[in-house]
């Protein structure tokens, strides 16, 4: 409304007085002629100047109206819009990819240049798996033929048919790793433009395609560089099949202990269901009369948000996801970082050995020896330069969430955190950075860098979770988080030594 009549009135002054006016008597008109002032003779110029600072007015009064609205605070409601990138941050490993904040800057530091790149990816956003998709099918189809009346905002859900699949690549995540092929290019293409990533894959379908799809972004990105050498596409794809007695550092199951107990150390996520779970229970079924959810339909009905988000192309936000407050997100967030601590991290008395291949791996990469291993690694694959060449600037391989867990403990990425209590939501920042959503979102990605830096007569070693720097430990870390390559290697201790590998045939 301001706007639109300042418009009105800048172009009446510069477009002439629209109104009419009676004329003056005679000798009244006379007696006011009188010869020109120097504001009838700059009457033009006056008008212009006027439109000019109107104009001006106009757009700094619009710029911090819209900057005001952009930077209000969330109120706590998921369907307020200021909550939305909240609540979609805050569904564990549901969540996709983002840049998570760092306090060290991301970017390579001055004077230094990267000589090495390494990535380890998770598959971008899937259906669920099959044995949660039928879970969350029955949910729905019972609450379909129990309920008769649906509270508020619960509407929705007796016209909602469930057509989720089961195990695939979303079409919004395989555009997912499509850009992050993109953004792999763009940050090292002092290095992409004139050499090849070597490619590894772990063999489930949805992992296989993710490596496709992150490929073809990479290829993309490269044909639009003039200056770019000659790219030979599609990318050959090394695939390590995930079958039981297989050696695979991607996605390892060669440790039977590790397998027998896995479930074993829960009891801190079954504490915290215990306390943000029945509130929310009793909500649901009271808007859902006869549906009688448990407390883990509870939770299936709250992976519905994620899951019904990325099986929209653009990502839309589920109406699901309006069901529960932007808190309860964050307490489901927790709920799902307490499953990978206890389950597959810092927290289980075995997780981190599962990692101890493919950090060997990545020390071979490093310092350009023969894989030292005998854990998780496939000696045959990793002792042929066709399999496992030496010597190259890029790698890029392509895993699962639980596996990168693992393999995020063995580099002793999270030591610095404390054990994760189940009496209370410890959040990222409290945790040094651990939380499901800030590591192993959907698409998530850790770099590996190399740098030589002038001055410096050894290179250096930085690493990078979804854009976070995460300070290196025990090997003298600088201001800029990063380590000297020998000293990262000695730093590396657990994994060079095998681990507790002895104790999976225990």
């Not at 930077?71 to 200021?82: A, E, F, L, M």
């Not at 504490?271 to 509870?298: C, H, Y």
């Amino acid at each position: 409304m301001v706007f639109s009549y300042l418009r009105r009135r800048a172009l009446a002054l510069t477009a002439g007085d629209p109104y009419k006016y009676i004329p003056l008597h005679e000798d009244t008109r006379a007696r006011q002629q009188r010869p020109d002032s120097w504001f009838n003779r700059h009457i033009v110029a006056i008008r212009l100047a006027l439109v000019v600072v109107l104009s001006i007015t106009i757009t700094f009064f619009s710029l911090g109206f819209m900057q005001s609205i952009a930077t209000q605070p969330c109120s706590g409601v998921s369907r307020d819009r200021h909550c939305r990138k909240e609540v979609a941050r805050s569904w564990g490993q549901y969540s996709s990819s983002f840049s998570v904040p760092s306090e060290i800057s991301p970017s390579v530091p001055d004077g230094c240049e990267v000589t090495f790149a390494q990535l380890l990816a998770r598959h971008g956003a899937r259906d669920p798996t099959e044995h949660k998709s039928l879970a969350y099918g029955a949910v729905i189809d019972r609450i379909h033929s129990s309920v008769t009346q649906y509270g508020k905002d619960f509407e929705f859900i007796k016209d909602y048919k469930y057509t989720l699949g089961a195990d695939q690549l979303t079409p919004f995540g395989e555009q997912q790793m499509v850009d992050s092929g993109i953004n792999f290019y763009k940050r090292y293409q002092h290095l992409t433009s004139i050499n090849l990533p070597f490619l590894r894959s772990s063999g489930q379908e949805r992992v296989v395609e993710s490596a496709k799809r992150w490929a073809q972004g990479f290829h993309e990105a490269r044909l639009g560089e003039k200056h770019s050498a000659p790219d030979t596409y599609p990318y050959n794809i090394l695939i390590i099949p995930e079958e039981d007695g297989f050696n695979n550092s991607l996605s390892p199951n060669l440790c039977p202990a590790f397998e027998d107990s896995r479930h074993d150390n829960n009891d801190e996520q079954e504490n915290w269901v215990n306390r943000f779970v029945p509130p929310i229970m009793e909500r649901l079924n009271k808007n859902l009369p006869g549906a009688n959810l448990s407390d883990q339909e509870t939770i299936h009905m709250m992976d519905l948000c994620p899951f019904n988000t990325v099986a929209n192309d653009k990502g839309k936000i589920s109406e699901f996801c309006y069901l529960f407050t932007v808190g309860e997100w964050h307490d489901y967030d927790y709920y799902q970082s307490l499953g990978k601590w206890y389950g597959y991290g810092n927290g289980s008395p075995l997780g981190p050995t599962q990692g101890v291949g493919f950090v060997n791996e990545l020390l071979a990469r490093l310092t350009g020896k023969p894989v030292a291993d005998h854990t998780t690694t496939n000696s045959t694959l990793d002792g042929s330069p066709a399999t496992f060449p030496l010597g190259r600037p890029l790698y890029a391989d392509f895993s699962h969430d639980n596996d990168m867990v693992d393999i995020f403990a063995a580099l002793g990425l999270h030591n610095l955190t404390d054990s994760l209590p189940g009496d209370r939501r410890m959040d990222a920042h409290e945790a040094k950075g651990f939380s499901a959503s800030w590591v192993v979102p959907f698409a998530a990605r850790l770099y590996v860098e190399k740098m030589s830096c002038g001055g410096s007569d050894e290179e250096f070693v930085r690493i990078l979770v979804n854009d976070r720097v995460i300070p290196l430990q025990n090997c003298g870390v600088d201001d800029f988080g990063r380590c000297a390559l020998s000293k990262f290697v000695k730093s590396q201790s657990f994994a060079r030594n095998g681990g507790r590998w002895n104790e999976c045939f225990v």
